[in-house]
C-alpha cells in the first residue's frame, strides 16, 4: 500500500485516534524493560499498567500470564510484550464483532438508537443511515430526540444526505407518540429501515428511563419482533460508567449491541475490552473522531493492533 492511501486510510485514522492509550501502553511497557530482570513483579507490574488502560481485571491477568508463559520461551522485548497483548485482545473481541444486520423479513426493520447526552448518537444514526442508503435500502428517521430543537435540526441534515424520510414533531412532544407515527409512516411507505434517535438520557434518571420503557412498548405493540436493534451508544471518555449504562439501557431497552465513541479522547481506549469481557454484545462501530470517516465498523485485529501501537497485520 502506498503511503499515501495509508495515510487517507481507516487503520491510520484509527491509530492516530487510539494514540492516547497506545503510547501510554507502549511507554508503560518499555518501561518494564529497564528493571534488571523481566520476574513475577515486572508481571504485576504489566497486569496493573493494563488495568490502568481499563481493560478490565479478567484480560489483564490473562495477558499477563500470556507473558510469563512467553518469558521463559524466548528472551522478551516491549514489541513482542505488545504483540502478545494485541493477540490476547483479540481473541476476547474476535466473538463480538459483528456487524449491523437489521433483517430484511422485517417491513421496517427497526434500529433504535439509545445512550447519554453527547455519547454520538445523531453521528451514530447518520453513518447507518448512508452506509444502508449506499446499499439502496429505503430509510425512515425518527426524530425521537423531542426536547432539544438543535438535535432535531442536526438529524434532518443528515437524513437529507441519506436521502431519508424524516419524522419529526414539535419541541416537547411526546416520544411514544412520535415513534409510534414513524412506525406507520415507513409501513406506509413499505421502507426497508426505521431508525428511531432517543432523547439523551441519564442511566440513572427514572423519569426518562420510564419514557425509554413505553417507547418500547409502543413498537412492541406494532411489532412484536421491534425493535430488531437496540444500539447503545457509549462514550469511550466516560470510562468504568460506560458498564452501569450497559446494565442500566439494557434492563430497560434491551440493548443488543453497541457503538463506542470517542476512544481517540481517552489514555484508556481498553474499556471497549472491558465491556466486551462482561457482557459478550456485539460491538458494530467505533469512533476516533468527528468526521464522519471517523467512525468505521468493528475489525478486532485493527483495534487490537492499533491499541498498542502496532502496523495492521
Ligand atoms: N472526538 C470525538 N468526537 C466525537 C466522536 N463521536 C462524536 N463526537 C462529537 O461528539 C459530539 C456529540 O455527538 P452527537 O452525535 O451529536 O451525540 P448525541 O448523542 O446525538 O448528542 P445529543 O444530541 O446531545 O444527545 C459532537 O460534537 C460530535 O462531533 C468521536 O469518536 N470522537
Redesign the pocket.
Known sequence: MSDIVEQDGWFSRLKR?LSKTSSSLTRGIAELFTKEKFDAATLDELEDLLIQADLGIATAERIAQAVGRARHAKALDGESVRMIVAQEVARVLAPVAKPLDPPESARPAVVLVV??????????IGKIAESYRTAGLKIVIAAG?TF?AA?VE?LAVWARRAEAIFVSKEQGADAASLVYEAWRRAKDEDADLLII?T??RLQNKAGLMAELEKIVRVLKKLDPEAPHDCIL?LDATTGQNAVSQVEAFGKVAGVTGLVM?????TARGGILVAVAERYGLPVHFI????GVD??EPFDPSDFSRALVGLPQA
Open positions: 485516534g445512550g447519554v447526552n453527547g455519547s454520538g448518537k445523531t453521528t451514530t430526540d432539544r438535535a442536526q434517535d432523547a439523551g451508544v465513541t470517542k476512544l481517540d479522547g469512533g476516533v473522531g468527528e471517523d467512525l
